[in-house]
């Protein structure tokens, strides 16, 4: 069957397709995680509207299953390119473009309107980027249906304490208190009470409000590590994105 599609998505990656064309994977509430075809793309008049973190309304063609989507057209939505200026914002939303692709699942309409905040957050400069991955982070969990309850220990139901520190079970993929945790006494996966608090007081925010709540630097770091380290146990392994920035090493 061939026919034409419309429909709104972003870019998450783009990668060369033979000696003339390219491959956009894209990110879709209505279509999903798919790839299309540019063909001429790295010369031709779409080579400027494909690149990733490019939103907007995307004209494609479907010859399905046998070719699967070319891109024919696109309006895109202009952005500040902050992102590009800045390389730690830079490093975080290709880090975002590859959780989104290597997990493949999800509700593509909750994981379309995730993502699509989390890039417009960090492509304003009045907005702290460590942030907006922690949100990221925490959100893509809760849409992927892994989220961990921060208010009693998921293996054995009682309530944590205000001033609690948590551990973390791998099995369960999931913080636990301390008697039902896996991982040792290792400080790495300890949330302290104040983590706990924010991520607490950020869950029911709009993400913009949410990367506003102020968190201080030292804090900040710490719970980027944290959330990497979550998020590796879930993927399996670290991402490649955040290989070279050495800040979040995990
Ligand atoms: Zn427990």
Not at 183 to 198: D, F, H, K, M, S
């Amino acid at each position: 069957m061939e026919k034409n599609l419309t429909c709104q998505a972003i870019v998450l990656a783009n990668k060369k397709w033979g000696d003339l064309h390219r491959l956009v994977t894209l990110l879709s509430p209505t279509l999903g995680l798919f790839d299309a075809v540019v063909y001429g793309g790295r010369k031709g008049k779409l080579a400027g509207g494909i690149e990733p973190f490019s939103r907007g309304t995307f004209y494609l063609y479907s010859n399905r299953p046998k070719k699967g989507y070319t891109l024919k057209d696109v309006d895109l939505i202009a952005g500040d390119g902050t992102i590009k200026g800045e390389i730690e914002r830079l490093y975080i939303a290709h880090a975002l473009c590859e959780i989104v692709i290597r997990m493949h699942g999800g509700d593509y309409g909750e994981l379309f309107h995730l993502t699509t905040a989390a890039i417009s957050l960090l492509d304003d400069p009045a907005i702290e980027a460590k942030r907006v991955l922690i949100l990221f982070i925490t959100r893509f969990i809760k849409i992927m249906g892994l989220e961990g309850d921060l208010n009693q220990c998921p293996q054995c139901g009682r309530e944590y304490q205000g001033e609690e520190s948590l551990s973390f079970n791998r099995t369960l993929n999931s913080p636990c208190c301390h008697s039902c945790g896996d991982v040792g006494g290792e400080v790495a996966w300890t949330l302290g009470p104040g983590a706990r608090r924010y991520l607490l007081y950020i869950h029911p925010l709009e993400e913009r409000e949410a990367v506003l709540v102020p968190l201080s630097e030292t804090a900040t770091i710490r719970l980027v590590r944290y959330m990497l380290r979550y998020l590796t146990t879930i993927l399996g392994s670290p991402l490649k994105s955040l290989n070279t920035a050495l800040l979040w090493e995990v």
